[in-house]
């Protein structure tokens, strides 16, 4: 009784106001699953298409013809098979579309699918999504460790500091509600340094501080003391995590920060990501070096792989062929899993149980652009990921994620938190002991 019967879809907007692909699927028992795709502003370049119809409508942004494939070509494949069996949901939407990136269905479209297959299987199940994707996949489920962001930059800040996730993590926290609160006081505090040095200038995508500093390093100084304001020492409870995101202000191995007015090679880059890991209490560094910069990407690791998480995001793009070679490379020892990089729940598990393997952490994490959607708090539990990146704490599309990891601390028990565990690739670890 838990095979398809069908599978809609319908248009619905984003936190940018841009349009997204949601799927509805009902089972033959009448259980329902739903999701909706998120989007990326600073895309990798070997991801999934986020399949958009172009034009000047809607600024070339509509999904009509993502809507449309999943009514007209993936639904129709679906309906009759077993929504538990997500691996044969998901083969069968992958043989639909041969081309290596989703060009022809859209990865809007196959992930909202994908995902609300999971959930009405779920349903089906009636338990809770973390609890069929642990069962499915066999991982022990866990709170995972927040990352959240203070300030925005890049591209979800008009590019007003070139670095763009300024971001903390409380590994010292007892409990995943612990971390929000420590977190709220970090975040007002940061606001209320800004707003006394006129550095405030409004709310970037993620929901962080929209900053107007004169330089990355005054950044980072603002954020360090920001957790002192909190009443934290930095460094103990407190850590710092950066999403350099360089490809956005790199190729080929040059990188120019423009706030800085300052142009070096992929060397000097290094080095200066290295001075700052050594000047503030930075455990995680997300994409330091370009995609395109394998080179530099493994020499970051041999440097500082030891001591910091290096995570992949543009550079993996959850994909689980790039994570071997970022394996075999020794470039990064975390992998960003993001669902609609490479546009199936089945991929992205794959790809998650590479990296586990691999003895590499994992984060699972949100787009820039969201919505009302939770799947990835539940993916997070489920997988075990030990770390969940979903923005700042500020905007309903951010919040509604950390509200659902906290409703599940309440079935799961405050205890099965990740903490200061999730950290094993950094020198906090040490503290552990
Ligand atoms: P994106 O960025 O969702 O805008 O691509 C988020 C990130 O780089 O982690
Ligand atoms: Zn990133």
Same mark, same amino acid.
């Given at each position: 009784?838990?095979?398809?019967?069908? @599978?809609?879809?319908? $248009?619905?907007?984003?936190?940018?106001?841009?349009?997204?692909?949601?799927?509805?699927?009902?089972?033959?028992?009448?259980? #329902?699953?739903?999701?909706?795709?998120?989007?990326?502003?600073?895309?990798?370049?070997? +991801?999934?298409?986020?399949?958009?119809?172009?034009?000047?409508?809607?600024?070339?942004?509509?999904?009509?013809?993502?809507? $449309?494939?999943?009514?007209?070509?993936?639904?129709?494949?679906?309906?009759?098979?077993?929504?538990?069996?997500?691996?044969? @949901?998901?083969?069968?939407?992958? *043989?639909?579309?041969?081309?290596?990136?989703?060009?022809?269905?859209?990865?809007?479209?196959?992930?909202?699918?994908?995902?609300?297959?999971?959930?009405?299987?779920?349903?089906?199940? +009636?338990?809770?999504?973390?609890?069929?994707?642990?069962?499915?996949?066999?991982?022990?489920?866990?709170?995972?460790?927040?990352?959240?962001?203070?300030?925005?930059?890049?591209?979800?800040?008009?590019?007003? @500091?070139?670095?763009?996730? #300024?971001? !903390?993590?409380?590994?010292?926290?007892?409990?995943?509600? +612990?971390?929000?609160? !420590?977190?709220?006081?970090?975040?007002?505090?940061?606001?209320?340094?800004?707003?006394?040095?006129? *550095?405030?200038?409004?709310?970037?995508?993620?929901?962080?501080?929209?900053?107007? #500093?004169?330089?990355? +390093?005054?950044?980072?100084?603002?954020?360090?003391?920001? !957790?002192?304001?909190?009443?934290?020492?930095?460094?103990?409870?407190?850590?710092?995590?950066?999403? !350099?995101?360089?490809?956005?202000?790199?190729?080929?191995?040059?990188?120019r920060l423009a706030l800085e007015d300052k142009e070096m090679e992929s060397g000097a880059m290094i080095d200066l990501l290295g001075q700052w890991l050594d000047a503030y209490p930075i455990v995680s560094i997300e994409d330091p070096l370009g995609e395109d910069d394998p080179s530099g990407m493994i020499e970051f690791t041999r440097r500082y792989g030891e001591r910091v998480q290096i995570i992949g995001d543009d550079y993996l793009v959850t994909n689980t062929a790039l994570v071997a070679k970022g394996v075999s490379d020794g470039a990064c020892n975390c992998v960003l899993i993001k669902v609609n990089q490479i546009g199936t729940v089945t991929e992205a598990a794959a790809t998650y149980d590479a990296a586990r393997t691999a003895g590499w952490t994992a984060v699972v994490s949100a787009r820039s652009g969201e919505t009302e959607d939770t799947s990835i708090s539940h993916l997070s539990v489920g997988l075990g990921s030990q770390q969940l990146k979903v923005g700042s704490f500020q905007r309903s599309e951010r919040m509604v994620k950390w509200n659902e990891c906290l409703r599940i601390q309440d079935t799961l028990g405050a205890h099965n938190f990740a903490a200061g565990a999730a950290l094993s690739k950094t020198w906090w670890a040490g503290k552990l002991n």
């Amino acid at each position: 009784m838990s095979a398809i019967r069908s @599978v809609t879809a319908r $248009r619905v907007w984003d936190s940018r106001g841009n349009p997204t692909v949601e799927v509805d699927v009902q089972l033959e028992d009448g259980s #329902f699953g739903r999701a909706i795709a998120p989007a990326g502003a600073s895309r990798g370049r070997r +991801e999934a298409t986020d399949l958009r119809d172009g034009g000047f409508r809607l600024r070339g942004k509509d999904v009509g013809r993502a809507v $449309r494939n999943v009514v007209d070509t993936i639904g129709p494949v679906l309906v009759g098979m077993d929504a538990q069996d997500q691996t044969s @949901v998901d083969q069968a939407i992958l *043989a639909l579309d041969p081309s290596p990136d989703k060009s022809l269905l859209g990865g809007n479209a196959t992930v909202a699918t994908s995902m609300a297959v999971l959930h009405a299987a779920a349903a089906h199940k +009636e338990i809770p999504l973390w609890q069929h994707v642990a069962q499915l996949y066999g991982y022990t489920p866990s709170l995972p460790l927040p990352e959240i962001q203070i300030f925005g930059g890049g591209a979800h800040a008009g590019r007003r @500091v070139d670095i763009q996730d #300024f971001m !903390i993590m409380v590994p010292g926290a007892a409990s995943f509600d +612990e971390v929000m609160e !420590i977190t709220n006081e970090v975040y007002f505090a940061a606001g209320d340094i800004m707003a006394a040095r006129g *550095a405030l200038a409004g709310i970037a995508d993620e929901g962080g501080w929209w900053p107007n #500093f004169r330089s990355n +390093e005054e950044a980072l100084e603002t954020l360090v003391a920001a !957790i002192e304001k909190a009443g934290e020492k930095p460094g103990e409870r407190v850590v710092i995590s950066l999403d !350099i995101a360089a490809s956005e202000f790199g190729s080929d191995g040059r990188y120019r920060l423009a706030l800085e007015d300052k142009e070096m090679e992929s060397g000097a880059m290094i080095d200066l990501l290295g001075q700052w890991l050594d000047a503030y209490p930075i455990v995680s560094i997300e994409d330091p070096l370009g995609e395109d910069d394998p080179s530099g990407m493994i020499e970051f690791t041999r440097r500082y792989g030891e001591r910091v998480q290096i995570i992949g995001d543009d550079y993996l793009v959850t994909n689980t062929a790039l994570v071997a070679k970022g394996v075999s490379d020794g470039a990064c020892n975390c992998v960003l899993i993001k669902v609609n990089q490479i546009g199936t729940v089945t991929e992205a598990a794959a790809t998650y149980d590479a990296a586990r393997t691999a003895g590499w952490t994992a984060v699972v994490s949100a787009r820039s652009g969201e919505t009302e959607d939770t799947s990835i708090s539940h993916l997070s539990v489920g997988l075990g990921s030990q770390q969940l990146k979903v923005g700042s704490f500020q905007r309903s599309e951010r919040m509604v994620k950390w509200n659902e990891c906290l409703r599940i601390q309440d079935t799961l028990g405050a205890h099965n938190f990740a903490a200061g565990a999730a950290l094993s690739k950094t020198w906090w670890a040490g503290k552990l002991n």
